[in-house]
């Protein structure tokens, strides 16, 4: 079983930052792609961003050239600095991992089997 533990989430006002952490344990496999998705009530999940094993980010055009991914192997830490955030940034915000596909990691949610609890991001203008 694998457990993903999301934190740093809050409110800010737009133009802040902010970085989420995604700390994995349990039964981990080591080329598990890692990804960060949002989700707005009524609204489908969208993919932010996600990193191979190896390092290979997809960041989604939306937040591209604001928001980094990032993985810490040695703390077993997903994370992601989230900068210039602005009230379209405001979502639950999950972290996600799952197998990768042809070693590309998709920002498509059916692709990941494990799941966080997600955690809030509201940006205030």
């Known amino acids: 079983q694998v457990q993903l533990v999301e934190s740093g989430g809050g409110s800010v006002q737009a133009g802040g930052s902010l970085r989420l952490s995604c700390v994995h344990s349990?039964?981990?496999?080591?080329?598990?792609?890692m990804g960060w998705f949002r989700q707005v009530p009524g609204n489908e999940r969208e993919g932010v961003a996600t990193?191979?094993?190896?390092?290979?980010?997809d960041v989604g055009p939306s937040v591209k050239g604001r928001f980094t991914i990032s993985l810490e192997d040695a703390k077993n830490t997903l994370y992601l600095q989230m900068n210039n955030l602005t009230t379209e940034d405001t979502a639950m915000y999950y972290c996600?991992?799952?197998?990768?596909?042809?070693?590309?990691?998709?920002?498509?949610?059916?692709?990941?089997?494990?799941w966080g609890q997600g955690t809030q991001v509201t940006v205030s203008s």
């Open positions: 996600a991992a799952g197998l990768s596909f042809g070693g590309y990691c998709y920002r498509l949610s059916p692709n990941y089997r494990h």
């Open positions: 990193i191979t094993s190896d390092g290979r980010e």
């Open positions: 349990g039964d981990w496999n080591p080329k598990y792609c």
